[in-house]
């Protein structure tokens, strides 16, 4: 994975609310079996929009977006994580997420960042009146920066840790190999298996 | 301090806990399908690591898969080398599959209960956010990402903070003509798509208690659309008559066994939930969707709100979205809204109760002239068992099109879907924009409700007819 650390940049103003996982990648994409070329597919249906944000050239080589309330709902494809990565997106702010999609983008270093509705929709109002407004997205320190402004947020030491080193959680666990092949003896052997 | 059920089979799968760092969870079975395993697989690959527990995990061919000429190689390329590749996956790395045309092929989450894989007591995980659905027996089961699906296969384990609880109890007798889909899109519409973020969902209550797993399980898979991390139910005689006899299900003295731990798989009377809700049965009625959001739905007798009306602001802009994306106008009686298409089928409502409910309806009638309804069951089993109690027949004689198993029009993967424009009643799980198709419109439903549509043209429940 991807450590991130610091992001600073500029932003896109999303002003939607429960924007759902096929939104930001339709199903059609998902016949991939690759984990590239997913940047042509985000919001493939919304960017046949012209006016749509993200066609407006302002907002060009942005890489925070900010949405509204419960984005990232619905389906658990991680093909939307790979999209927005692809697309040139390293943060994304909202007031709420969906779980799975929350849990997808710290697997994949594509930090999601909640902030309460008023310091999202100020920072929609700041970057909509200056596009090219500077923003900094600050890990170490839990901080969004712009302006004048400065929003902390909350997320576990632990997440902030494994974002912080870009570290593959395959290979911590495997670590405590020993614990699961300890666990596994345990196991009830009423227990169903597929074979 | 009692527990609930969630925490009690949470507490059950805990390999390793340490001060900050999330909890080590065992997982029991890992559900593998085409879309969300293949960059998973050549993950493995790379890191030169094997799928640790194969006796674990299993595999079946679902989103892809046409619902006609199942003989055929599937006709979309690209749908094709997927699937190709979740058969080269399982060869490869010894996972035991159900392809396209094998009798135990079906929708993923349709097979596990029907196999008795699906257990009381069990952690239960899928690329795919409906895996809630085996939580109707008992089962912690959640949706994960292919990060995720690859880290399971690698080491039958998940690093997991553990959730939050919450009580969903809904008191009293479901009033008749009203479904376990009724009670859960009722239930979504009162709680918001992010009502449940971040808990598990404890059903609970008479009302719940009177389902049969079916309908359980239909109220289970759509925790999701709630925003919820898993939904549950607690074991008992309808469960385990349910699970008894099926091929994985334990027997004999293991049987006895069995039943003794999963009868103890209940919230303590003492134990605290983060969070309860109450709901009144006896105030239900056939529920449908308007919008474009799960939690966008209401009464059938009802009208299609008007945005002006809502409060906050956020949500009243949704709606405005909505109507429009929909073609809908405030106002406009639910039942006067007219359809295209119907779809019957899903992981929601594609069991063999729900094609009875379908038939049950059908009988004796016709679906309305420039109507399209597709009636797909879950799984080859269940198609199988449809065609032997004649439902097929009444289907077909009514003008609805009976079909191969897979999501089909849920998620319109494959060629079943809805041009742009078109307007369907489905019994699916979500009416997100262009989900069954671009510029599609989807109403979700009951399938009792599904079928009644088809007949009148327009929306409505069997009482209606």
Known sequence: MEAFTTYSGHAVPLRRSNVDTDQIIPAVWLKQVSRTGFDKGLFSAWREDPDFVLNRPQYDGAGILVAGPDFGTGSSREHAVWALQQYGFRVVIAPRFGDIFRNNSTKMGLLPVILTAEQVEALQSAVENDPALDITVDLEKREVRWGTEAASFEIDDYTRWRLLEGLDDIGLTLRHAEAINEFEKTRNPLLPTAA | ?465
């Open chain 2, 1 to 465: 301090m009692g527990r609930t059920l969630a925490e009690k089979v949470y507490d059950a799968h805990v390999v390793r806990r340490a001060e900050g760092e999330p909890d080590l969870l065992y997982i029991d079975l890992h559900l593998v399908h085409e879309v969300t395993s293949p960059q998973a697989f050549d993950g493995l690959r790379m890191a030169g690591r094997q799928v640790r527990r194969p006796d674990l995990t299993i595999a079946t061919e679902d989103h892809n898969v046409p619902t006609t000429d199942l003989l055929k190689p599937i006709a979309d390329p690209v749908s094709r080398t997927q699937v190709e590749t979740l058969r080269k996956n399982c060869s490869d790395f010894g996972v035991r599959l159900h392809p396209m045309g094998d009798d135990g092929q079906g929708i993923v989450h349709v097979i596990g209960p029907q196999l008795g894989l699906t257990q009381p007591g069990m952690t239960v995980v899928c690329g795919d956010s409906h895996t809630s659905t085996h939580g109707a027996f008992g089962a912690l089961a959640f949706g994960i990402g292919t990060s995720e699906v690859e880290h399971v296969l690698a080491t039958q384990t998940l690093p997991q903070v553990q959730p939050k609880t919450m009580a969903v109890t809904v008191n009293g007798t479901l009033p008749g003509g009203v479904t376990a889909k009724d009670l859960i899109l009722a239930i979504i519409a009162r709680i918001g798509t992010g009502g449940g973020q971040g808990h598990i969902i404890e059903y609970r209550g008479e009302a719940v208690r009177s389902l049969s797993m079916e309908g359980r399980m239909t109220v289970c898979n759509m925790s999701i659309e709630a925003g919820a991390r898993a939904g549950m139910i607690a074991p008992d005689e309808t469960t385990f008559e349910y699970l008894k006899g099926r091929p994985h299900a334990p027997s004999g003295a293991d049987w006895d066994e069995a039943v003794e731990y999963w009868t103890s798989l209940r919230t303590d009377d003492d134990a605290v939930f983060d969070r309860e809700v109450v709901i009144d049965a006896a105030e239900l009625t056939p529920f449908v969707t308007w919008g474009t959001n799960p939690g966008q739905g209401l009464p059938l007798a009802g009208s299609v709100p008007d945005p002006a009306s809502i409060g906050d602001p956020v949500k009243r802009q949704n709606a405005e979205r909505a109507l429009e994306y929909m073609g809908l106008t405030a106002g406009t009686p639910l039942r006067e809204i007219a359809v295209d298409t119907v779809f019957v089928g899903s992981c929601t409502n594609g069991r063999i109760e729900d094609l009875r409910a379908v038939a049950g309806v059908l009988e004796g009638r016709k679906v309305a002239g420039g109507v399209r309804m597709l009636v797909v069951p879950g799984s080859m089993k269940v198609k199988k068992q449809a065609e032997e109690e004649g439902l097929d027949a009444v289907i077909s004689a009514s003008g609805a099109e009976w079909r191969e198993a897979g999501c089909s029009m849920c998620l319109a993967m494959n060629p079943d879907k809805l041009a742009p424009g078109e307007r369907s009643a489905s019994t699916s799980n979500r009416n997100f924009e262009g989900r069954q198709g671009p510029g599609g419109r989807t109403h979700l439903v009951s399938p009792a409700v599904a079928a009644a549509t088809a007949v009148t043209g327009r929306l409505a429940a069997p009482a209606d007819l």
